[in-house]
Nanobody, 125 residues
């Protein structure tokens, strides 16, 4: 099974910034869309951002548009997410995933069977 190692999470105050990183092994990220999903206790996986491999087309949840930016480095088999102006409702465990992504429909979906431990992001004053 592929392994994803997420890092960069932490505890920040509202308005702060973080950069999440995900490095994959056993899977070539350049061959598929990649996304970041947020998991909060008691809720299903929530798509935060996705990026298509062929042309870099992206998807962002409405709540993070203008604050988060996803990027990828195919040479390092890695994907990143710059998170700015963080808010308390951004709190959760962020997982790097291989999603089902339709840019035409504006849909990025994943069932929640994660291949890594995720990165905990906590936003609190």
């Amino acid at each position: 099974q592929p392994q994803f190692v997420e890092s960069g999470g932490g505890l920040v105050q509202p308005g702060g910034s973080l950069i999440l990183s995900c490095v994959a092994s056993g899977w070539t990220l350049a061959n598929s869309p990649v996304g970041w999903f947020r998991q909060v206790p008691g809720k299903g996986p929530e798509a935060v951002s996705c990026i298509r491999s062929s042309d870099g087309i992206t998807y962002y949840a409405e709540s993070v548009k203008g604050r988060f930016a996803i990027s990828r480095d195919n040479a390092k088999n890695a994907v990143y997410m710059q998170m700015n102006n963080l808010r308390p409702d951004d709190t959760g465990v962020y997982h790097c995933v291989i999603p089902q992504f339709s840019a035409a429909l504006g849909i990025c979906h994943h069932e929640g069977n994660y291949w890594g431990q995720g990165a905990q992001v906590s936003v609190s004053s």
